[in-house]
C-alpha cells in the first residue's frame, strides 16, 4: 500500500509543479453589475490617478506623492458628487410613487440577511 501511496504523492507533485510552471493561476478583477452613476470622467479621472500612483511609486519624489495625493482626492469627491446626484435625482423623480421611492430605496441599501446581521443581533 506505501509504493501506492508514494507513486500517487509523486505524480501529483509533479503534475501540479509542471501545471503551475506552464499555465500559473492569474487573478484578475471581476466588475460587478455596472453602476449607473459611472461616466466617462469618472473613468478617465481614475486612469489619471492611477498613472500619477505608477509615477509617484515608480519615482518615489515627494511631488509626485502630492500630486497623486490631489489627483485622489479630487477622484474619491468626483465619485462621491456623481453618485450623490444619480441618486438625489432618481429620489425626486420617484418622491410621489411611494411603491416606485420604496422600491428604490430597498435596492440602494442592500439587504439584511441573517447571514450578513452583527453577532449581537443574531
Not at 466617462?40 to 486612469?47: A, D, G, L, V, Y
Not at 515627494?62 to 462621491?80: E, F, P
Not at 430605496?105 to 439584511?112: A, F, Q
Request: aromatic fraction near 12%.
Amino acid at each position: 500500500m506505501a509504493d501506492v501511496d508514494l507513486a500517487w504523492n509523486y505524480f501529483k507533485t509533479t503534475f501540479l509543479a509542471l501545471i503551475n510552471k506552464h499555465a500559473p493561476l492569474r487573478r484578475f478583477r471581476v466588475s460587478g453589475k455596472d453602476n449607473p452613476w459611472f461616466n466617462e470622467t469618472i473613468s478617465s479621472s481614475i486612469r489619471e490617478r492611477d498613472k500619477a500612483w505608477a509615477k509617484a511609486k515608480r519615482s518615489n519624489d515627494a511631488s509626485d506623492w502630492v500630486q497623486y495625493r490631489a489627483l485622489r482626492n479630487k477622484c474619491t469627491k468626483l465619485i462621491k458628487n456623481t453618485k450623490s446626484d444619480y441618486y438625489l435625482h432618481l429620489i425626486n423623480e420617484n418622491l410621489n410613487d411611494p411603491s416606485k421611492f420604496w422600491k428604490l430605496i430597498k435596492s440602494s441599501s442592500g439587504s439584511m440577511t441573517p447571514s450578513t446581521l452583527p453577532d449581537r443581533l443574531k
